[in-house]
């Protein structure tokens, strides 16, 4: 019986450590063997926002951990990882380079391919690991830090119909929810306020929404909130101001996705399938209007599990795995050495030389023996 191939995947692109194993299942679904872990909140929570030299020094004490811990569950042994897949950008530089030196020396110490994966192809590939989803497919990928709409045609082939003009949506989430003192992260807590608010008693701008196509705008919508911001006084006014952006954020929303539905038929007038992927994916009204908007428009619509919406290794596993049985590795050893990524549909990334030696590869050479 021919041995199924299975990779293992690592993501540390922003406050999040996160190993993952997969394996290869024919022409049904992969299946996830593991998918761990290790949160920053607790680290980050106090400054309100991720501290990117904080974030790479606890990236630094747990990815071997969770290395350990992602084999351990997953009852794989190293010798029996055919491919090692890690985030190589977009994202922190400093916690970019702990994952993928980390990688790199583990693909060196096996022998095995190393795949360098878009951060944001992870996200677009990420429901492929709950639903058999074909080819080509509309994807509205919300995060904090991207948002924009995709034609995903193939795989390493995107056509971006529109994005944000400013910030991302997840951003805008945050930063609101910091204006209102609410802690960090702040999308659920703006999520849950709103339950309990009155949605219309205050008037928000919704920029360009009748213009540019669908690109969208939310920085004049972050503003606003700062001007009204003096006007709240008691837990009822956060309450209403609170569900007030969320009905707005919904609002530009269900436009814009209908906006991105019309070009994207224009494309491929027999496909209606609409991806939506990335961690504002989890907000439960958002998930609500959009499936609103599927059922109005006749389009399937998909979301990944709520536990892969936000950073996880799995997708990245699966980015990596895909790129594998197509032979797309992007680096050779001589590469690696270089320190050149190439990332398919994408830009490319170098890496300092010193960033690729060193503490990394000892550590990971001693533990692959």
């Not at 406050?15 to 593991?34: C, F, M, W, Y």
């Not at 609170?242 to 991105?260: G, H, N, P």
């Not at 690696?336 to 050479?365: A, D, M, N, S, T």
Request: charged residues 25%; glycine residues 8%; contains cysteine.
């Amino acid at each position: 019986m021919k041995k199924k191939t299975i990779i293992i995947g690592i993501e540390t692109s922003c406050d999040e450590t996160a190993v993952s194993i997969l394996r290869d299942n024919g022409k049904n679904r992969p299946k996830i063997l593991s998918n761990v872990v290790s949160s920053q909140f607790e680290v980050h929570k106090k400054f309100g926002g991720v501290v990117p030299d904080l974030a790479a020094r606890a990236h630094l004490d747990k990815i071997d951990i969770m290395t350990k811990k992602a084999l351990k569950i997953s009852k794989v042994k190293l010798k029996d990882i055919d491919a090692v897949a890690a985030t190589a950008g977009p994202g922190l530089i400093v916690c970019l380079s702990v994952g993928l030196n980390f990688a790199k020396a583990l693909s060196l110490s096996l022998k095995k391919p190393f795949i360098a994966v878009n951060h944001l192809e992870g996200h677009a590939l990420s429901p492929k690991l709950n639903f058999n989803i074909k080819y080509p497919y509309l994807l509205f990928l919300i995060s904090g830090g991207h948002t924009q709409y995709l034609t995903v045609k193939k795989l390493g082939d995107y056509k971006r119909l529109g994005t944000t003009i400013d910030d991302a949506l997840g951003e805008a989430f945050d930063k609101t929810a910091k204006l209102l003192n609410l802690g960090y992260p702040g999308g659920p807590k703006i999520e849950e306020l709103a339950r309990n608010g009155d949605e219309n008693r205050f008037v928000l701008p919704k920029p360009i929404l009748n213009r540019g196509g669908c690109n969208l705008s939310f920085a004049g919508l972050k503003t606003a909130i700062l001007r009204v911001k003096e006007f709240i006084k008691t837990d009822k006014d956060k309450n209403d101001l609170a569900a007030s952006f969320q009905k707005t954020v919904l609002d530009i929303l269900y436009k814009k996705t209908k906006k991105a539905i019309e070009q994207h038929m224009e494309l491929y007038p027999k496909n209606r399938t609409l991806v939506v992927a990335g961690g504002v994916a989890a907000n439960k009204q958002i998930r609500i209007i959009l499936k609103k908007l599927c059922q109005d428009e006749k389009f399937k619509i998909y979301f990944p599990d709520l536990k892969l919406c936000t950073d996880n290794a799995a997708m990245i596993a699966l980015a990596g795995l895909e790129r594998y049985k197509k032979k797309k590795f992007v680096f050779k050893y001589e590469c690696i050495l270089r320190g050149q990524i190439k990332l398919y549909g994408f830009e490319v990334v170098r890496i300092p030389w010193h960033f690729l030696v060193g503490h990394f590869h000892i550590r990971v050479i001693m533990f692959s023996t």
